[in-house]
């Protein structure tokens, strides 16, 4: 089973890669991009019963490594 993880900073957070990839869009010119937010995007293969299960292994997974929750979010997709 597949599953893609995804983490990004929360809301108020702030994120200087965002910002410096922001600028140098506009550097570029690509003027109209007013926010960037930059985040990681895990991908990992499960041996699981079930996707009820992979998901409940996985979310143990972002509270311990994955993710920092005290600044990032994430979410988790079963493909």
């Known amino acids: 089973m597949k599953a893609r993880v995804t983490i990004m900073l929360k809301d108020g957070v702030l994120d200087p890669q965002g ?12 003027r109209g991009v007013t926010g960037v937010r930059q985040g ?9 019963a079930d996707p009820d299960t992979a998901r409940t292994e996985i979310e143990r997974m972002c509270e311990r490594l994955l993710a920092n929750t005290v600044i990032e979010k994430y979410s988790v997709e079963i493909v």
């Open 19 to 30: 910002e410096a990839i922001r600028h140098a869009l506009g550097g570029l010119g690509h």
């Open 40 to 48: 990681k995007l895990i991908e990992l293969d499960l041996d699981a």
